[in-house]
T-cell receptor, first 115, second 114 residues
Framework: DTGVSQDPRHKITKRGQNVTFRCDPI?????LYWYRQTLGQGPEFLTY????????KSRLLSDRFSAERPKGSFSTLEIQRTEQGDSAMYLC?????????????FGPGTRLTVT | AQSVAQPEDQVNVAEGNPLTVKCTYS??????LFWYVQYPNRGLQFLLK??????LVKGSYGFEAEFNKSQTSFHLKKPSALVSDSALYFC????????????FGKGTRLSVIA
């Protein structure tokens, strides 16, 4: 399968715990994006990478959130001291810069439930 | 600020009838516009995009979309709906220049009734 993959698909955690999600983009794609989607809403941008450089962060991304893409391939999104408001679907997408509109291809998402 | 609006939360259509899912945008310049579909417990799947040129864009699964600059709209259409088209549809857009993040609408749930 050559699409975007995310792991885990589901995560249930207790408030205050730390969680980490992984995203593996399409191999030749140099851009990688993280979005958050809550029920009844469209995805909201969190952050994105060009290769290993983090180029933009949304103000939605509080200090408890950190993302990395250390070798310009896979990326991790960590949430520290989780809160119930962090419960959402976390989506990863990738694209190839310089190919017209650079449409983004999405992974299946990681559904986080904070109890 | 850039924004995309989908005025209908739900669209119901009978199988075999034409369908339209509406989208309007407020994106600077000549935008790139996209439609994605989301099935339950799955990520978003790319359907089609508008870059430039022909205002009628054809995409996957028989879907097409019409770009209307004067009305700032990008409505999704299909001549004959299938029950399997039932899903959540998202319109998205971004300004030209660089792979800037997409701005999404809230989504429209399409139900095709047999």
């Amino acid at each position: 399968d050559t699409g975007v993959s995310q792991d885990p698909r589901h995560k249930i955690t207790k408030r205050g715990q730390n969680v980490t999600f992984r995203c593996d983009p399409i191999s030749e794609h140099n851009r990688l994006y993280w979005y958050r989607q809550t029920l009844g809403q469209g995805p909201e941008f969190l952050t994105y990478f060009q290769n290993e450089a983090q180029l933009e962060k949304s103000r939605l991304l509080s200090d408890r959130f950190s993302a990395e893409r250390p070798k310009g391939s896979f990326s991790t999104l960590e949430i520290q001291r989780t809160e119930q408001g962090d419960s959402a679907m976390y989506l990863c997408a990738s694209s190839l810069e310089g190919t017209g509109a650079g449409e983004q291809y999405f992974g299946p998402g990681t559904r986080l439930t904070v109890t | 600020a850039q924004s995309v609006a989908q005025p209908e939360d739900q669209v119901n259509v009978a199988e075999g009838n034409p369908l339209t899912v509406k989208c309007t945008y407020s994106v600077s310049g000549n935008p790139y516009l996209f439609w994605y579909v989301q099935y339950p417990n799955r990520g978003l799947q790319f359907l089609l995009k508008y870059i430039t040129g022909d205002n009628l864009v054809k995409g996957s699964y028989g879907f097409e979309a019409e770009f209307n600059k004067s009305q700032t709209s990008f409505h999704l259409k299909k001549p004959s709906a299938l029950v399997s088209d039932s899903a959540l549809y998202f319109c998205a857009g971004r300004p030209r220049g660089g792979n800037t993040p997409l701005v999404f609408g809230k989504g429209t749930r399409l139900s095709v009734i047999a």
